[in-house]
């Protein structure tokens, strides 16, 4: 490293330090002069451009009660560069000065950077089920993630009064990764899960995906949804998928929908004899939450999304071409061979004979016990217990 790479290392160290530790607190305090309104909910979206979709299903029901002032911030964390970056951040500390209520769902140094007021309730929706791979603390002696120093140092997942969860069971992985006493994290269930056991909602997402490819009506929906590989800012999908191949074995009787994960700016292509077959959900805006009620299989590979499918009890394949590299880079909660409930293929004619054999050979049992012990608490009635939550805070804590 050059003298000139280290000495602008150093000063963007410098740069982080005084935001984190200095200026971002100072003016959170300042905006503190406001008074909390006693019913405003924030929904602070750390990465996208709209509200994630972990906030929809709870948002919708606050704006039902008419109980509730709703506000939301989206601060482009990684994305936004310069005073864009930093205008958003102001914001978002105005907006959570005056907050009751704070939602988040995913990591926030920007929460755990300042003395929120005891009058504030913090508190993590998640964006994911279950627990699969790593992330926040658990990946400090991953490749993926940063030093147990540096974590130390920038919280993500301080100031948190309540993270929910899928099931009794991961609430261990998430106190570890999020470096958490107990009792925040509580298996409340997963408020965007309720919509699953929405009949009319999961009729309407099927027509959708009929109206964008009106081939799928007659046919069996394949679902194929990886997770992302390397770094969240500069996130690829994999590309080990010969669609026409695919199109002439099940062409007859499938179609093909591909998910990529949102991080992932560069899609690759779908070749043009195969498009018929096959789409790329994002040119049809399609939502995973409209694809997990169509899909009549998941191909997945490391993705939390298998967790939420699992509602639905049908048949899951795991395709982890690259498992040990991927063991390496991030690594996962549980035994990866052991715990997934369905078949783990690692090369394409793997893949296509775990696909003709679902017809036959699925035994629903082992989704079936997946599902009771990751996802026990995503029953339908999840956001009921979160707005019950927020109702015994309001009458425990006067402003």
């Not at 996208?48 to 009660?65: A, G, N, P, Q, V």
């Not at 970056?85 to 978002?92: F, I, N, Q």
């Not at 907006?95 to 508190?123: K, N, Q, W």
Request: hydrophobic fraction near 35%; aromatic fraction near 14%.
């Amino acid at each position: 490293m050059s003298f000139r790479e280290k000495a602008l290392k150093s000063l963007r160290k410098i740069h982080k330090y005084y935001r984190y530790r200095f200026y971002f607190p100072h003016l959170y305090r300042k905006y503190c002069r406001e008074a909390v309104h006693a019913g405003k909910v924030l929904f602070l979206e750390m990465r996208f451009e709209e509200l994630s979709h972990s906030f929809h299903y709870l948002r919708d029901r606050l704006r039902e009660s008419g109980d509730f002032e709703l506000s939301e911030a989206y601060v482009r964390f990684n994305i936004a560069r310069g005073k864009d970056y930093t205008d958003r951040v102001k914001y978002a500390l105005k907006e959570i000065a005056s907050s009751r209520f704070v939602f988040v769902d995913d990591a926030s140094i920007i929460l755990s950077c300042i003395p929120v007021r005891e009058e504030t309730t913090v508190i993590n929706l998640w964006h994911a089920c279950g627990a699969f791979k790593k992330f926040g603390r658990s990946t400090a002696t991953k490749i993926f993630g940063d030093t147990a120093e540096e974590l130390d140092r920038y919280p993500n997942y301080g100031n948190l009064d309540l993270v929910t969860v899928s099931s009794p069971e991961v609430i261990w992985a998430y106190e570890e990764a999020m470096h958490l006493p107990e009792g925040i994290v509580q298996p409340l269930g997963i408020s965007r899960t309720d919509s699953f056991y929405d009949q009319e909602f999961v009729a309407g997402r099927k027509e959708k995906l009929y109206k964008a490819m009106p081939q799928a009506r007659d046919k069996k929906v394949i679902l194929y949804a990886p997770t992302f590989r390397g770094r969240v800012s500069s996130a690829t999908s994999p590309d080990e998928i010969d669609f026409v191949r695919m199109k002439e074995l099940f062409g007859e009787e499938y179609v093909l929908v591909c998910k990529l994960h949102p991080f992932v700016k560069e899609h690759p292509p779908i070749p043009e004899e195969a498009s018929d077959f096959a789409m790329d959900a994002e040119d049809a805006g399609l939502t995973i939450e409209d694809l997990l009620c169509c899909a009549d299989i998941c191909i997945s590979d490391y993705s939390s999304l298998v967790f939420e499918y699992s509602l639905f009890e049908k048949p899951m394949i795991f395709y982890a071409f690259d498992y040990d590299e991927y063991c390496d880079w991030r690594g996962f909660y549980y035994d990866y061979p052991e715990f997934t409930p369905g078949p783990i293929v690692k090369t394409q004619e793997e893949l296509f004979q775990a696909i003709r054999d679902c017809s036959d050979h699925f035994d629903p049992s082992l989704v079936i016990a997946f599902k009771k012990r990751f996802m026990d608490s995503c029953d339908g009635h999840a956001t009921d217990r979160i707005i019950s939550y927020m109702k015994n805070k309001q009458l425990n804590k006067t402003i």
